[in-house]
């Protein structure tokens, strides 16, 4: 199975930096893709950024050219680089990794999530 711990989160002015970082542990066999997610007070959960496999990025539009995803694929860790922070981003973020682990005997698909890390800006 896998175990997700996130890092990272806090507090800190508009215009400011964040470095978030997902540490995944377990048997796992293959990482499939890395992302984080986020949900703010009354929204629902979207995808920030995703790095699969294959090394290619993708962003939602909000974050385009102030957050920068990246993956060590020997540490099974991934990290968002927050830069130019606005009070919009304000929200939990969760680590979110799609791998293939062994799990009750049998090598399975496992889609998992950390527990969220608070990110707020004030402005």
């Known amino acids: 199975q896998v175990q997700l711990v996130e890092s990272g989160g806090g507090l800190v002015q508009a215009g400011g930096s964040l470095r978030l970082s997902c540490a995944a542990s377990?048997?796992?066999?293959?990482?499939?893709?890395m992302g984080w997610y986020r949900q703010a007070p009354g929204k629902q959960r979207e995808l920030v950024a995703a790095?699969?496999?294959?090394?290619?990025?993708n962003y939602t539009d909000s974050v385009k050219g102030r957050f920068t995803i990246s993956r060590d694929y020997a540490k099974r860790t991934v990290y968002l680089q927050m830069n130019s922070l606005k009070p919009e981003d304000t929200a939990v973020y969760y680590c979110n990794v799609f791998a293939k682990a062994w799990g009750y005997g049998a090598v399975r698909e496992y889609d998992s999530w950390g527990p969220g890390t608070q990110v707020a800006v004030s402005s």
């Open positions: 377990g048997s796992i066999v293959r990482i499939t893709s």
């Open positions: 790095i699969p496999s294959s090394g290619s990025t």
